[in-house]
C-alpha cells in the first residue's frame, strides 16, 4: 500500500477482520497467521495500513505495535516485549488491544469525514 493514497473503506474491513473485531476474549487475533507470511500481499497490506495509521498512536503505542507486527524486522513475543519496556506481558497485551482499536475508529472516523 502507498502510504500516498487513501485509506479505503475495503481496508476498513480488512483491518478490522484481522484486529478480530468479532473473536472470543482469549483466541488469536487472525493476523498472527500473516505476520509470520512475510511477502504476503496481506502483510503488506496490513502494515501498510498500520504504518499510515500509526501516527495516531502514543509512541509507546508504536513501540509494542512495531514489534509485534515486526515493522522491518522479526517479530518479537508479548513476554519479550514486556521486558524491553519493564511491564507484564498481560499490560502489553491491553495496550496492544488498545492501541488496534484506535487505529480502527480511527479510520472509521476519517472514512466518515473524507479528511484524510
Known amino acids: 500500500m502507498d502510504t500516498k493514497n487513501k485509506i479505503t473503506r475495503n481496508d476498513e474491513i480488512f483491518y478490522l477482520d484481522m484486529i478480530g473485531r ?3 476474549i482469549h483466541a488469536l487475533n487472525p ?3 500473516i505476520l509470520e507470511e512475510r511477502n ?3 502483510f503488506k497490506r496490513f502494515i501498510g495500513i498500520y504504518t499510515v495509521m500509526r501516527e495516531f498512536l502514543s509512541e ?3 513501540i509494542i505495535l512495531n514489534e509485534i507486527y515486526g515493522v522491518n524486522k522479526q517479530r ?3 513476554k519479550a516485549v514486556g521486558e524491553m519496556l519493564n511491564i507484564c506481558p498481560e499490560r502489553v497485551r491491553q495496550i496492544r488491544r488498545k492501541a488496534e482499536f484506535k487505529i480502527a475508529r480511527k479510520i472509521s472516523e476519517i472514512l466518515k469525514n473524507d479528511t484524510y
Open 31 to 33: 493476523y498472527y497467521k
Open 60 to 62: 509507546r503505542e508504536q
Open 40 to 42: 504476503s500481499d496481506d
Open 22 to 24: 468479532n473473536k472470543e
Open 76 to 78: 518479537v513475543k508479548l
